[in-house]
């Protein structure tokens, strides 16, 4: 027996046939849980009808919920036009839960209505209605009085009326209102769906900001409004009538008539509208795409621009996805009309006919092997960089070929790279086109900074740790080989005339070939002995050099023969290290003292052969223990040398934490290898061209409430005065962040630097209220006394909307001049995208 108030039992007890095959949908008792079985096929069956409704209702909420009222109108480029009111895939074993009032079932007018408070769940999806009415004369299912569905994606629906037939082909709604997890809006005055293939909404609105608290009827700060929007199931397309954009409320844009292919179809052939552009130079800018999708797998796109001083750019891309992968090619050219519009000495002014070619591919061979390339090929150095082409605008490009393989514990990479510099700067002088006197030529188009670069052919790393233990320890196996040109000889502090002996000239890349072939082999093992860790290393390498330089033995070239030269390094360490570990309550402990030792014999050749790959070097804590603490293959560290240090942090429950690392290295026997010359200087005024090396220490503070600390520094072995120092201070909360750093560099006379060098920097931001906040930054050069960067800007942050404008100033830290002045707005609405413009102030004029 049903329990109280069991309405479906209380109609339908007894009435079942134990024959009655279940209907499509079971209907379940809300009060005792039992299911009503009833009979699809026998159409004069009371249950059938009931049943019916309970189906088709579920069915509706699957139709209208998953497809018509998940959409908005951008949000419907994300639902395909096969979703709107069209019927849902359904778990063949979902059970319908119907429960409402009064279920009733009018013979007369051939209808079967739940009424009052009516709610259905059925396969994740809730409906709530005031009546929801089955027509079997019209095969029509209404439901109406605040309608409610609650999708399983968390998609929430509400509507004044849903009206559909039973074949699903036709159907309205009213008054829709949707809510999407993504907190996204969509509202329309109706929606109708046609003959099963078009979906119509009437007055549609769209927003991603949320309503007001205080007046939810008050415009939101933006949203986007059509008259029509049409989902054409047949065609595949979704179009626009009368869409405006509005901003408070008001429209500020306009388009009558626009339409994009349904996103369910991901490829297909239309207009796409250019981004419009505007500079001093190139003048005003608009244009469009055509893209043309000519298979699944590979497409077309066409492009014209006009530029309002320059005339037309026309572009072409060609897309090819395989089974492997995919590849583009594009093309571009532009004939300019206007040169004059241009700087004296660029390279834009100097060139008419303009054009580039650019490629890129990756596959992925098989799991482990990865093969690809990059290639710009341009008429002049800066044609991608001044009409912004796409992936290509960068000041710097690197164009490569490669093959990489990964495999456990194993890396292989091969490649052949030339390194671009984009520059507008035609007047550069030669090296070899300035005389003793310091008499100079400029040739406008010799590009002095893309002469200097470096190609390499090739480039090669491979990397091979043994699996299993040998002899109780791990096997590691390196190999590098790096090839390197250049067209003319890179030098840093060039002092006309001044001849090879400058101690403060750099050679960063000779002129001619320089190749390279090292190959390393590791034996390490760790053990723990007495408490202590114990690390045994040897070691073993070899390099193989080949020289074909220019100009030797002049002020270009220092070097003074190209003969091959071989070199060889085998190394073994031992390293303990004696953790303590402790825990007072407060916080937990960790000291660990370091002691290392470092035998092997001297580096030979030193400033014999160019120095690539290891000009970058700062002694620091992070390096103290490093075995080799040369950066690159072209040096690496000679003599016997011990590192000593210890390490200690502290850490507390509530996240706080201190690290501090301290150390000191020593030269024990042998050739000092920071204390030789090769022809980047690297390693001198290091800190470890002496004997004893300078103190290196550290201490990171993190306070676990925002506040965060960090000191490096390295003072001088002999009077602890501080060389080299930096200071980092930030702090973050919900209202207020700031951040500031100081760095201090002693004078190198070795690098050109006779003065110390002093540089602080900082920026903040602080929030006036929910959602604007000030920022600012700022950079101060100490010696000069120069404030050579500093900017300033507000911003504008909210659910939907973010907007932001900044007044940026950057001058010479020398001089003191001007060098930029720029304001950058920026704009973004959420789902919808964001953009952004520069606007310059002034620019210095290149020399």
């Given amino acids: 027996m049903a329990a109280p108030g069991c309405i479906l039992h209380g109609l339908f007890e007894g009435w079942l046939p134990v024959s009655c095959a279940p209907a499509r949908g079971s209907v379940i008792c809300s009060s005792c849980r039992q299911a009503f079985r009833g009979d699809a096929a026998r159409p004069s069956h009371p249950l059938s009808s009931a049943a019916t409704i309970a189906t088709l209702a579920a069915a509706l909420m699957l ?32 059970q319908m839960l119907l429960e409402s009032d009064e279920l009733i079932y009018d013979d007369a007018s051939n209808t079967v209505a739940a009424v009052g408070n009516v709610q259905i769940a059925y396969d994740g999806y809730t409906l709530v209605a005031e009546r929801v009415t089955y027509d079997r004369a019209s095969g029509r299912v209404l439901a109406q009085g605040a309608v409610e569905i609650v999708e399983p ?28 997890p993504e907190n996204t809006r969509f509202a329309a005055e109706s929606a109708e769906r046609r003959d099963g293939q078009v979906a119509i909404f009437n007055n549609g609105v769209y927003t991603a900001c949320e309503p007001c608290r205080d007046n939810p009827a008050k415009p939101p700060l933006w949203q986007i409004r059509a008259d029509r929007v049409i989902i054409n199931n047949a065609t595949k397309t979704v179009s626009y009538e009368g869409a405006s954009f509005e901003l408070f409320g008001k429209p500020i844009a306009y388009m009558p008539y626009f339409s994009h292919a349904d996103p369910s179809i991901r490829r297909k052939s239309g207009f796409i509208p250019v981004r419009p552009r505007a500079s001093d130079e190139l003048g005003y800018s608009g244009g469009v795409s055509y893209f043309w999708a000519m298979a699944p797998n590979y497409d077309l796109t066409l492009t014209g621009k006009y530029y309002s001083n320059q005339g037309f750019l026309g572009e072409a891309e060609w897309r090819h996805r395989t089974r492997l992968g995919e590849y583009n090619l594009r093309l571009a050219g532009i004939n300019q009309q206007d040169q004059r519009a241009f700087d004296g000495g660029d390279i834009d002014r100097m060139e008419d006919e303009r054009g580039a070619i650019m490629s890129a591919g990756r596959f992925d061979l098989n799991p482990r092997w990865q093969f690809g390339w990059n290639v710009l090929a341009q008429s002049d150095g800066n044609f991608a960089r001044t009409y912004d082409l796409d992936d290509y605008s960068d000041r710097e490009i690197t164009n490569e070929v490669y093959l990489t393989g990964l495999n456990d514990k194993n890396f292989f990479d091969l490649r052949a790279q030339k390194f671009l510099i984009q520059d507008d700067d035609a007047n550069q002088v030669r090296i070899d086109d300035v005389d003793l006197a310091g008499n100079q030529d400029l040739y406008p188009g010799n590009d002095l900074r893309q002469e200097q670069q470096a190609r390499l052919l090739p480039s090669f790393d491979y ?70 860790m114990v690390t045994t290393s040897l070691s073993a390498r070899g390099d193989g050099m080949w020289l074909d330089t220019e100009k030797l033995n002049t002020e270009y070239n220092p070097l003074t023969s190209n003969e091959e030269i071989w070199r060889g390094m085998p190394a073994a360490m031992l390293e303990i290290r004696y953790p303590l570990i402790a825990n007072d309550g407060l916080a937990s402990h960790l000291f660990e003292p370091i002691a290392q030792i470092i035998v092997r014999p001297d580096e030979t050749h030193i400033g014999k052969f160019p120095n690539e790959d290891a000009q970058s070097f700062v002694f620091d804590t992070t390096n103290l223990f490093e075995r080799d603490k040369f950066s690159g293959f072209d040096r690496v560290e000679g003599g ?70 960090g000191l490096s520094g390295r003072f001088d072995e002999k009077t602890a005065e501080l060389r080299r120092g930096e200071v980092g201070l930030s702090y973050a909360d919900p209202v207020f962040a700031a951040a500031a750093s100081y760095i201090f560099i002693d004078k190198q006379p070795n690098y050109g630097f006779d003065d110390d060098r002093h540089e602080v920097r900082g920026s903040a931001s602080v929030k006036l209220n929910e959602y604007v906040r000030l920022f600012g930054s700022g950079a101060f050069d100490i010696r000069n006394s120069e404030m050579f960067s500093r900017s300033v800007g507000v911003a504008y942050d909210d659910s939907c909307t973010s907007l932001s404008v900044t007044y940026s100033e950057t001058d010479d830290r020398y001089s003191g001049d001007a060098v930029e002045r720029s304001v950058m707005f920026r704009l973004g609405l959420r789902t919808i995208g964001q953009t952004e413009y520069k606007r310059v102030l002034y620019e210095e004029e290149d020399f």
Avoid at 159 to 176: C, K, P, R, W, Y
Avoid at 492 to 513: Q, W
Avoid at 654 to 667: D, K, L, M, T
């Fill in 153 to 180: 994606n968390g998609n929430r629906v509400f509507a004044q009326e849903i009206d559909v037939t039973d074949d699903f082909q036709n159907g309205f709604v009213s008054a829709l209102r949707v809510e999407t």
């Fill in 463 to 532: 990397n091979l740790v043994s699996g299993d233990p040998v002899a109780g320890g791990q096997v590691s196996f390196d190999v590098n080989v790096a090839s390197v040109s250049r067209q003319k000889t890179d030098i840093v502090n060039y002092d006309v005339g001044a001849g090879i002996t400058d101690t403060d000239e750099r050679f960063h890349g000779i002129e001619g070939k320089y190749t390279r072939a090292s190959a390393e082999a590791e034996w390490k093992a760790s053990s723990i002995l007495n408490g202590a």
């Fill in 640 to 709: 016997t040398r011990a590192n000593v240090g210890f390490r200690y942090s502290m850490s507390f429950q509530n996240g706080a934490s201190i690290n501090v690392a301290a150390g000191q290295s020593f030269h024990l026997h042998g050739k000092n290898s920071f204390a030789q010359r090769d022809l980047v200087n690297a390693g001198l005024e290091s800190g470890l061209e002496t004997d004893k090396s300078d103190y290196v220490a550290s201490v990171d503070v993190n306070s676990g409430a925002g506040l965060k600390l």
């Fill in 63 to 94: 139709s209208v919920a998953a497809g018509a009222v998940t959409t908005a109108t951008p949000a419907l480029a994300q639902v395909s036009g096969d979703a709107l009111f069209g019927e849902a895939p359904q778990s063949p074993q979902a």
